[in-house]
């Protein structure tokens, strides 16, 4: 077995030579931790991250918490909302969407709470405008596959937190967010 000093070690190596900034360090032992959790579930049940986000709480039995954050690492609007919230202090699941992409299933549930795939779409995305988008009309089938291919459509933060979700970062949604957190 080896030692927590060790494996700071390793951490440490390894986020020097992927020239990552210190704060990105802390990061990512979530991260493999992530990762191993997702394929131990792929080997064991045949699908990726069925448990992701769930939790119990000891107060009420059995009962199951849906808790979830989607973000983008180096978004500052996103890291300052986790920094208002404390959301990351609260036990919530993080996925950077840009180094563990989004997946069907997932995008799919998030659409079941949200209603549409249209209110999960960013037209704020670069890509909105070179690809020339906003003079198509698109249907949902259109959005779903466009937040599929590229992370940036995809407006974020999107929170999930038992049976609501929080998508976007109006001072409305991240003030409701707030209150739901705590």
């Known amino acids: 077995m080896q030692s927590k000093s060790f494996l700071r070690k390793e951490v440490r190596k390894t986020a020097s030579q992927e020239d990552r900034k210190p704060r990105d360090l802390y990061c990512i032992p979530y991260r493999l931790q992530a990762r191993l959790v997702a394929l131990q579930n792929i080997r064991n049940n045949g699908f990726e991250r069925p448990?992701?986000?769930?939790?119990?709480?000891?107060?009420?039995g059995l009962h199951l918490r849906m808790k979830k954050m989607y973000h983008l690492g180096n978004c500052t609007t996103c890291q300052e909302i986790i920094k208002d919230t404390g959301i990351d202090?609260?036990?919530f699941p993080m996925q950077d969407i840009k180094f563990e992409k989004i997946t069907a299933a997932q995008l799919?549930?998030?659409?079941?709470m949200a209603g549409s795939y249209e209110s999960l779409f960013s037209r704020r995305a670069i890509k909105y405008r070179e690809l020339g988008l906003k003079d198509k009309k698109l249907g949902e089938?259109?959005?779903?596959?466009?937040?599929l291919d590229e992370y940036t459509f995809l407006k974020r933060p999107v929170v999930i937190l038992d049976d609501r979700i929080f998508i976007g970062n109006e001072k409305k949604t991240v003030a409701e967010l707030k209150k739901a957190v705590k």
């Open 51 to 60: 448990s992701s986000g769930l939790s119990v709480s000891p107060s009420s």
């Open 89 to 91: 202090k609260k036990g």
């Open 108 to 112: 799919d549930e998030m659409k079941k």
């Open 141 to 147: 089938q259109d959005y779903r596959k466009y937040i």
